[in-house]
């Protein structure tokens, strides 16, 4: 028999254009060497220019698609994205804290590219108190973080405050991505429990992305799912999302989607993409 590849379990919401959401997940974690199982947590109405409506899957319905594929196949990794309300966070803690050895990688989506809310003030507690401290791997960008971690009577924290913070409530490692900041490059740097691990810098490419997080979160479950370790992951799975987006290409009037099979598409005079600039580590 063939060896099996490893299985994924992602829980997301339905994204039609196929740039971000379930069908990210499905696109990055397929074409990195996992089997990806899905659990639909919600049904969008978008575009590559934004989100316009969300409904959210009813709660049992979100538990029964997680069980029925639970007690059938083993999964190696979870990834979590949109989650679509507060009955469905608290659900899926319940789900995952029966698998405590499963790692967990969150990537806390509380709004699209162009703004539009995808979490509410009670899905964000409900999230820092049932999900990420169950979390093995947090993927906020620079805003996500700050508004997980922020007092409502406090001033903007710092991200090293963030990151540590969300650590005290029980994750083991934060990746804070740079791509909202004002820098020339784009910093990711992956916090633990001793604080920086690694800082990772890359070129900031052109144009704005649809699913850049949703790319980076299922790349990091794959290569856990494959065996790395959280940091080696992590490097791994920010220069497969940089090659995504360095080959990227905009198919509406909206943002860029990311590539994710860039690495089967030909160009002339070689079998394989080129991108320049790779990420620089520390």
């Known amino acids: 028999m063939p060896t099996q590849p490893p299985i994924v379990l992602t829980f997301a919401a339905s994204d039609p254009t196929g740039g971000a959401g379930l069908q990210a997940d499905l696109l990055t974690l397929a074409s990195m060497g996992c089997h990806p199982l899905s659990v639909v947590t919600g049904i969008t109405v978008q575009d590559t220019r934004g989100v316009d409506d969300l409904l959210a899957i009813d709660s049992d319905w979100v538990v029964d698609q997680a069980r029925k594929l639970l007690e059938d196949m083993p999964v190696a990794a979870f990834k979590l994205g949109v989650l679509g309300s507060v009955e469905n966070i608290t659900a899926i803690a319940e789900i995952i804290s029966d698998y405590p050895e499963v790692p967990v990688i969150l990537d806390p989506v509380l709004a699209s590219g162009r703004g539009d809310a995808l979490a509410g003030d009670e899905m964000i507690i409900a999230l820092r108190e049932l999900i990420v401290p169950q979390t093995t791997v947090l993927t906020p960008n620079s805003m996500e973080a700050r508004r997980l971690a922020e007092d409502d009577d406090e001033a903007e924290p710092a991200l090293d405050e963030?990151?540590?913070?969300?650590?005290?409530?029980?994750?083991?490692?934060?990746?804070?991505?740079?791509?909202?900041?004002?820098?020339?490059?784009?910093?990711?740097?992956?916090?633990?429990?001793?604080?920086?691990?690694?800082s990772d810098r890359w070129k900031r490419l052109p144009g704005s992305f649809h699913g850049s997080g949703c790319t980076l979160a299922s790349a990091i479950a794959a290569t856990m799912a494959n065996g790395l370790d959280v940091p080696d992951a992590v490097r791994e799975a920010q220069e497969y999302t940089?090659?995504?987006?360095?080959?990227?290409?905009?198919?509406?009037?909206?943002?860029?989607?990311?590539?994710?099979?860039?690495?089967?598409?030909?160009?002339?005079?070689?079998?394989?993409?080129?991108?320049?600039n790779s990420p620089k580590s520390s």
Request: charged share 20%; hydrophobic share 40%; with cysteine.
């Open 162 to 198: 963030c990151a540590a913070r969300l650590i005290e409530l029980g994750c083991e490692f934060v990746l804070v991505t740079g791509t909202h900041e004002n820098t020339p490059e784009v910093i990711n740097v992956l916090y633990g429990e001793g604080g920086v691990v690694r």
């Open 242 to 276: 940089w090659q995504a987006l360095a080959n990227g290409f905009r198919p509406g009037m909206g943002q860029h989607l990311p590539d994710r099979f860039f690495w089967a598409r030909e160009v002339e005079g070689d079998s394989a993409p080129k991108a320049a």
